[in-house]
């Protein structure tokens, strides 16, 4: 088990990562080497999707085995029962270094992990170092087709029979469902009045019968997302999570940690990744490094990338102190894709038509699936509007939106 004084943790980290990954070798050097891809749903083969997969489970073996795959967890729970300080210890040093891509346990530990921990029977906390040890992987089946924004909306059915339940209807937009061995299942199981009673959360076994997974292509040709079908799916009810009946407070539970995703040290929206990008390619000859419009708008997006950096460590100590994951964590998701899109903007304008139409240069053409995955990153988890109202409305105070 890793230590819980901060100088010996570093130094067991140390040992730990550089005993299994090649650090990564920053700076100028790198300009022109290797693979200059930059957003995490560019297209992939399906064969080259699954080797992906299989890497970033193998790592996440090698790492839950070592002591540092669920380091804030507690140590009943099989987590190392240490602090977000060590976590984000670990996380910063862990950045230095050639990992595989691990994405796709984004959901699965950000928000299925944490709901099945709070809201599970022991069953279903049973499977949580499961997905922490990335045997298992978790996604999240909340939004349908007349469900988003307003999630309360859904219709998927859980129809309760005996002691088990039967779900009907479908969710769309799904990221991971065709990794996914659990979901997160908000069903609605009696039609109330107010449509946020009446809906209840479930853990389902994504291998049940019934259960349909249909990939969507999103428009950089990457496959992320998926519709998902149920067509009379059985669920024990051993396996739900929290009240019948009262799953909206299971699915705030879920968002709030969603929303505190950004603040998790991670660069879940790759604003580190390309903002490094976008200062090298700023070092390179004839590239407007020396453009003080350039520059400025640069240095506005460095001062971003700062600013949520030193929220996200107040965020930690917030948590640290007790303090749930609360609305105010909305601002990370709206600062995130801010901040992404002014980098976005400003590599356009630096690169010009490189940045559609290929011309083989290195370090040009990638952000053109960054650019077509910034609409994405502003509707998911949230849209850009909605993370306004929430900070407005339940954070600042101010006036609700007149209902038409
Ligand atoms: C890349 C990606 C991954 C996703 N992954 C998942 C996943 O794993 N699991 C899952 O359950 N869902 C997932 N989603 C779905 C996502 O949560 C929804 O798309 C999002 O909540 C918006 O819902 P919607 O698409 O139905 O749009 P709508 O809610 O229909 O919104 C349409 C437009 O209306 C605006 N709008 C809506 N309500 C208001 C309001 N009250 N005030 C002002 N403007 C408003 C919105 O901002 C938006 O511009 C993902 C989406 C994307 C893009």
């Given at each position: 088990m890793?230590?819980?004084n901060?100088?010996?943790?570093?130094?067991?980290?140390?040992?730990?990562?550089?005993?299994?990954?090649?650090?990564l070798?920053?700076?100028?050097?790198?300009?022109?080497?290797?693979?200059?891809?930059?957003s995490?749903?560019?297209?992939?083969e399906p064969?080259?999707?699954?080797?992906?997969?299989?890497?970033a489970?193998?790592?996440?073996?090698?790492?839950?085995?070592?002591?540092?795959?669920?380091?804030?967890?507690?140590?009943?729970?099989?987590?190392?029962?240490?602090?977000?300080?060590?976590?984000?210890?670990?996380?910063?040093?862990?950045?230095?270094?050639?990992?595989?891509?691990?994405?796709?346990?984004?959901?699965s530990?950000?928000?299925?992990?944490?709901?099945?921990?709070?809201?599970?029977?022991?069953?279903v906390?049973?499977?949580v170092?499961?997905?922490?040890?990335?045997?298992?992987?978790?996604?999240?089946?909340?939004?349908e087709?007349?469900?988003?924004?307003?999630?309360?909306?859904?219709?998927?059915?859980?129809?309760?029979?005996?002691?088990?339940?039967?779900?009907?209807?479908?969710?769309?937009?799904?990221?991971?469902?065709?990794?996914?061995?659990?979901?997160?299942?908000?069903?609605?199981?009696?039609?109330?009045p107010?449509?946020?009673?009446g809906?209840?959360?479930?853990?389902?076994?994504?291998?049940?019968?019934?259960?349909?997974?249909?990939?969507?292509?999103m428009m950089?040709?990457?496959?992320?997302?998926?519709?998902?079908?149920?067509?009379?799916?059985?669920?024990?009810?051993?396996?739900?999570?929290?009240?019948?009946?009262?799953?909206?407070?299971?699915?705030?539970?879920?968002?709030?940690?969603?929303?505190a995703?950004?603040?998790?040290?991670?660069?879940?929206?790759?604003?580190?990744r390309?903002?490094?990008?976008?200062?090298?390619?700023?070092?390179?000859?004839?590239?407007?490094?020396?453009?003080?419009?350039?520059?400025?708008?640069?240095?506005?997006?460095?001062s971003?990338?700062?600013?949520?950096?030193?929220?996200?460590?107040a965020?930690?100590?917030?948590?640290?102190?007790?303090?749930?994951?609360?609305?105010?964590?909305?601002?990370?998701?709206?600062?995130n894709?801010?901040?992404?899109?002014?980098i976005?903007?400003l590599?356009?304008?630096?690169?010009?038509p490189?940045?559609?139409?290929?011309?083989?240069?290195?370090?040009?053409?990638s952000?053109?699936?960054?650019?077509?995955?910034?609409?994405?990153?502003?509707?998911?988890g949230?849209?850009?509007?909605?993370?306004?109202?929430?900070?407005?409305?339940?954070?600042?105070?101010?006036?609700?939106?007149?209902?038409?």
């Open positions: 890793p230590s819980v901060l100088t010996t943790f570093e130094q067991e980290c140390r040992a730990f990562l550089e005993a299994n990954a090649r650090p070798n920053r700076g100028t050097t790198q300009w022109g080497v290797g693979d200059d891809s930059l995490a749903y560019a297209a992939i064969a080259a999707d699954l080797a992906r997969v299989q890497a489970k193998r790592w996440k073996g090698l790492e839950f085995d070592a002591g540092f795959g669920w380091l804030s967890g507690p140590t009943s729970a099989g987590g190392a029962g240490l602090s977000a300080e060590h976590e984000r210890l670990y996380l910063s040093m862990r950045s230095e270094y050639e990992l595989a891509d691990l994405g796709v346990f984004v959901i530990l950000g928000m299925v992990a944490s709901t099945f921990q709070t809201f599970g029977a022991p069953e906390q049973a499977l170092p499961q997905l922490h040890r990335g045997d298992l992987i978790g996604c999240q089946l909340f939004s087709p007349g469900a988003g924004s307003d999630l309360a909306s859904l219709t998927t059915k859980a129809e309760r029979d005996g002691d088990e339940w039967v779900i009907t209807g479908q969710k769309v937009w799904t990221s991971v469902a065709h990794h996914s061995d659990w979901g997160l299942l908000l069903a609605r199981s009696e039609s109330k107010s449509k946020h009673d809906l209840t959360a479930f853990a389902l076994d994504m291998r049940t019968p019934g259960v349909e997974v249909r990939p969507l292509e950089t040709r990457g496959r992320e997302f998926n519709e998902v079908f149920f067509d009379n799916v059985r669920i024990s009810d051993s396996r739900r999570l929290g009240e019948a009946g009262k799953g909206w407070r299971t699915a705030i539970a879920t968002l709030m940690n969603e929303r995703l950004g603040a998790a040290g991670n660069d879940l929206f790759g604003v580190e390309c903002l490094e990008r976008l200062r090298l390619t700023l070092q390179q000859p004839g590239m407007g490094g020396d453009d003080p419009v350039i520059r400025q708008q640069f240095a506005r997006a460095y971003m990338a700062q600013m949520i950096r030193y929220q996200a460590m965020a930690d100590a917030r948590r640290e102190a007790g303090l749930p994951a609360g609305p105010a964590e909305s601002v990370f998701k709206l600062a894709t801010n901040t992404l899109r002014q976005v903007d590599a356009g304008a630096i690169w010009g490189r940045v559609i139409a290929d011309t083989g240069e290195w370090g040009a053409y952000w053109a699936d960054m650019i077509l995955t910034m609409p994405g990153m502003r509707i998911a949230g849209t850009d509007e909605v993370m306004r109202n929430i900070l407005s409305e339940r954070v600042l105070g101010m006036p609700k939106e007149p209902v038409a």
